[in-house]
């Protein structure tokens, strides 16, 4: 019974490590519905990093007081948002007539794009631990980083 529980833990433990470190795959649109759906969806996502980083940037700004309740509630959101970003952004619409801020280039280097929505979550959970530890010292460069990550993957995939 003993060497069987032990089977189940380590089956468990390899599925977690692999279904965590999983990458989406690009794929093709399949039809123009499709098309705009993902880019749709795709549009929404970002509509949402842009609500939770526009407090954030003003408080890294000095414009806006630190909110440690905001700081918190948007940086975890922003952590989810960027589990759900590979899916999006894996549908390649290029064969399509969309309307997309997307440039070509970023279903060609895709891992490189999931290198850059890990950075994102990384740097979000960098803010989650900066509150988490009330240093407000480090609260500015926290949000600094997901700025950063941001503008990372605009200066590379997104058109201007």
Known sequence: MRLFNKAIIVAATV???ISGSATAEVTEASSEKHAKAATQYRQAVFQLV???MGPLGGMAK??????????QTNAVRLEQLAD???DYLSVDTRKFDVDTGAKDNIWENFSDVEKKVMALKTAAKGLQAAVASGDESAYR???GKIGASCKSCHDDYKKD
Do not use: K
């Open 141 to 143: 460069g926290a949000i």
């Open 15 to 17: 599925g977690a490590v």
């Open 50 to 52: 842009r609500s939770n």
């Open 84 to 86: 759900m970003m590979g």
């Open 62 to 71: 000095g414009a806006l007081p630190f909110d440690e309740s905001v700081m």
